[in-house]
């Protein structure tokens, strides 16, 4: 069983729900360019054993397109 929401407005609520429910799972809108979840969520599921699936982790394609010109592949320097 899981919970989830992609209203940041609702952060606090999921918190409550993680703490006090036993779920397995919740899924929380996380990437670069938004990391808020960090500070309580992530290490409160980490304490009670609850899986983390990390939703929009490209923000719908943005950063793709933000990151373009960086070079990839191995053993290049950036």
């Known amino acids: 069983m899981g919970i989830t ?23 929380l809108t996380y990437h670069i360019g938004n ?10 599921a980490h304490e009670k054993g609850i899986a983390v699936i990390a939703n929009r982790p490209f923000n719908k394609g943005e950063l793709f397109d933000k990151f ?5 592949g191995l053993g290049q320097r950036v």
């Open 35 to 44: 990391q808020a979840v960090e500070k309580r969520l992530l290490p409160r």
């Open 5 to 27: 929401t992609s209203h940041g407005r609702r952060r606090r609520e999921l918190e409550g729900i993680v703490q006090s429910r036993s779920i397995d799972f919740v899924p």
């Open 68 to 72: 373009q010109h960086y070079p990839t």
